[in-house]
């Protein structure tokens, strides 16, 4: 059941003539921008990052050599023109090499975190139907040879495996020979799906969001006017390099299609960052609340002057107004707030924007030709000022996710209009102010886990009977995962054991539940609870009515 290449996005033929029109859509590709900047901006350093222990800075010229070395050597293997490849690569200059090579070369990439394990590659391989990998020899102390053995045991259809560093028995990418020859003459159709990008997965596993050439450029050089990112500027990714949001709001994709450079933290410690910003004078970076305070707090007493730094940006998590005066007291820059998703609409606060704006919105759409419908529990629209659900529907936002039909008709109203699963306030002045959300996942400091995959795991451990997985409000991750356990009766599993499930389950370390409460029956109060989601919510509050 291969997919049909080149992968598609269904808009309507009135929209798609409607975001040509506009200018939106400007028919560039992923590989047309970067060889033009190749040109434009040779000389100019477009990635600094550590690869391995060393540090490298390459400049626009030879990260276009090595995309085109990258996109020969995925050819040369094999892969034919539309194949999925899976990849996961830390925050290291070859993640850019990588990505690029396999648009070069007319492949797919799939993008993972370097957290993810056996399941959820194998999840992602499978539902992207891939053929390859590409992955590490180690990051942040992890072997991810191994890794990959578990994988392809599991998914002998991942035929071919590729290695940054030392590759044993796979393919070496450092081995990988420029030939010319064998690049595609043409660049890719630019309404043609560009890649598959994960969702924060609110039910059950992560969907593969498909995003094309068009649309996601559209949302990266609209970003760049909003942020003020030009040739001058200096962003850090400092959030996993695969996350959408270091990505493309406006991310390192952003930076690279304004010709500026793109500097890569290892971590987002203070300890790893500050150094880097003050040697590299960042002028931009991304961050999520968690980490915003820390960083605020860590400016304080650091040996390192940050005073390069001229905007920073915090979303994937509410940032409470309280936070956002920390932030700015603490990093003494702009604080721009930013909403977005990996299915596409993202917002901003204006840098403009007032003060009050700024701490307490989350900003507003990218484009006018953002759609945004704030509707009640039946569907029907409400009037700014009033909280309700968020449907959206845009020139970069997705119309259907891969190969999912059970989601598509759950995710998405009849018009094609996206169900954000927000709760959130419209202002009058068409800010939008997250109030919360309609779908039960943890929002632990910007990583979003379905609370049903994780009780999934849970009820597979032989002595759990039950098992209701919710959030609960933390001071430092903004959210951390309770699990309820009913034990099957006379066996009690110790906390620390189901801890280790999680790891013999091969799933990212953020997924294991941060605190586990044994109960004998999920009580009184939630007997004849028709839902889990009831259920969750009156679990979720007795926990607190006890604290
Ligand atoms: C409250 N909730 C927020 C915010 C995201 C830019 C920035 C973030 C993401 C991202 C992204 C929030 N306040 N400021 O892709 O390009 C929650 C919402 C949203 C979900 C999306 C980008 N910013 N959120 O976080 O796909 O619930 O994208 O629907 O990981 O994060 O998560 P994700």
Redesign the pocket.
């Known amino acids: 059941s291969r997919h049909q290449y080149p992968l598609k996005q269904e808009w309507p033929a009135e929209l798609v003539q409607k975001y040509r029109e506009a200018g939106y859509w400007r028919g560039e590709t992923m590989t047309g921008f970067l060889r033009h900047n190749a040109s434009e901006f040779a000389e100019r350093i477009a990635i600094a990052g550590f690869s391995g222990d060393q540090w490298q800075r390459w400049t626009y010229a030879q990260l276009w050599n090595k995309v085109e070395t990258a996109a020969a050597g995925f050819l040369a293997l094999g892969l034919q023109p539309g194949d999925r490849v899976v990849v996961q690569i830390g925050n290291m200059p070859e993640f850019y090499s990588t990505v690029f090579g396999l648009f070069r070369a007319g492949l797919i990439p799939v993008y993972a975190l370097p957290a993810h394990r056996h399941t959820e590659i194998v999840h992602f391989a499978r539902k992207a139907e891939a053929s390859a990998y590409v992955t590490m020899q180690q990051y942040e102390q992890f072997d991810y040879r191994a890794l990959a053995r578990e994988v392809q045991a599991q998914c002998p259809a991942l035929e071919h495996v590729v290695i940054i560093g030392e590759a044993q028995e796979f393919h070496a990418f450092h081995g990988f020979k420029a030939q010319p020859g064998l690049l595609p003459t043409q660049d890719a159709d630019p309404q043609a799906v560009a890649f598959l990008q994960i969702?924060?997965g609110s039910t059950g596993l992560s969907k593969l969001i498909p995003r094309t050439h068009d649309d996601y450029i559209y949302s990266f050089r609209a970003s760049n006017e909003i942020c003020n990112i030009t040739e001058r500027s200096v962003y850090m990714v400092a959030l996993p390099a695969a996350?959408?949001?270091p990505?493309?709001?406006p991310?390192a994709f952003g930076a690279l299609y304004a010709g500026a450079a793109v500097v890569l933290s290892p971590n987002p410690s203070p300890e790893a960052a500050f150094p880097l910003i003050a040697q590299e004078q960042v002028t931009a970076v991304?961050l999520v609340p968690p980490l915003a305070l820390l960083w605020a707090q860590a400016a304080q007493s650091s040996a390192y002057a940050l005073t390069s730094l001229q905007v920073v940006q915090?979303?994937?998590?509410?940032?409470t107004p309280e936070a956002a005066r920390r932030v700015i007291g603490g990093l003494q820059c702009q604080l721009q707030?930013?909403?977005?998703?990996?299915?596409g609409l993202?917002?901003y606060t204006r840098l403009n924007d007032s003060e009050e704006t700024i701490i307490g919105t989350?900003?507003r759409p990218i484009s006018p030709g953002d759609e945004i419908l704030v509707v009640d529990d039946h569907g029907h629209p409400l009037d700014s000022g009033k909280t309700g659900y968020l449907l959206t529907r845009g020139p970069y936002t997705l119309r259907a996710y891969h190969n999912d039909d059970a989601a598509n008709a759950r995710s998405f109203t009849e018009d094609g209009f996206y169900r954000?699963?927000?709760v959130v306030l419209r202002t009058a002045e068409g800010y939008l102010i997250?109030q919360g959300?309609a779908t039960d996942h943890i929002?632990r400091a910007?990583e979003?886990i379905s609370a049903e995959e994780i009780e999934d795991h849970l009820l597979a451990h032989p002595q759990v009977f039950d098992a209701t997985v919710v959030s609960v409000p933390d001071e430092f991750l903004g959210e951390r995962s309770c699990a309820f356990i009913i034990a099957k009766a006379g066996e009690q599993p110790r906390a620390i054991e189901l801890k280790q499930w999680f790891k013999t389950r091969g799933v990212a370390a953020f997924k294991i539940p941060d605190q586990i409460v044994f109960v004998d029956s999920f009580g009184t109060t939630a007997v004849g609870k028709t839902s889990r989601k009831e259920l969750r919510a009156t679990l979720r509050q007795n926990l607190l009515d006890a604290e």
């Open positions: 969702s924060g996350h959408n949001f990505m493309s709001s991310g991304g915090v979303g994937g998590a509410k940032l707030q930013v909403f977005g998703m990996a299915e993202v917002n989350q900003g954000t699963g927000d997250v959300r929002n910007g979003k």
